[in-house]
């Protein structure tokens, strides 16, 4: 995902027998003082033959899965990558592990790759865009043109109103 020559863990199915599993486990993670954790991470699984990312928190040796992505998500191997955020508020001041799980499906067509793990404290006021609606055209956009902007509040703080501005 990040340019300039980085590393990244993906699975190798070329191998293997149908059912097959790999774990990638962190070390421990303290999380007291950290208000309102999250986990990000980017994830490319494109292949015929997808298995499923499962994402769990180990707290004292138990594991619980927190989400999982089915099947293949890019529809070419060069798309972009895709990021993933999980609240990991239930574990706020517990130390954790993150254990990533894939499964190997069919054929060698179901690699998964991750990379830039990371947890995080996100910041009180933050809203991002995560979809917009031109209208009809893209091209020639004027005041008559209806814009939808969807966003979602990816902060701690209840947000209960927003202001947007279009620059033309």
Request: net charge negative; charged share 15%; hydrophobic share 40%.
């Amino acid at each position: 995902h990040t340019p300039g020559g980085s590393q990244y863990v993906f699975t190798e199915t070329s191998s293997g027998a149908q059912g097959d599993l790999f774990t990638l486990t962190t070390p421990c993670i303290d999380l007291a003082g950290v208000n309102s954790p999250r986990l990000s991470f980017w994830y490319h699984m494109f292949g015929d033959d997808m298995g499923t990312l499962r994402t769990s928190v180990i707290v004292g040796g138990v594991a619980t899965q927190l989400d999982s992505i089915v099947g293949q998500q890019q529809t070419a191997e060069t798309d972009p990558w895709l990021e993933r955020v999980i609240s990991l508020a239930a574990y706020q001041g517990q130390t954790i592990q993150i254990a990533f799980t894939g499964n190997r499906e069919g054929s060698f067509e179901g690699d998964m790759a991750l990379d830039d793990i990371q947890i995080f404290q996100p910041p009180a006021s933050d809203l991002a865009i995560v979809g917009t609606d031109l209208g009809s055209s893209a091209c020639g956009l004027d005041s008559s043109v209806m814009i939808t902007i969807t966003v979602e509040n990816v902060g701690t703080d209840t947000i209960q109103s927003a202001e947007a501005q279009l620059a033309v």
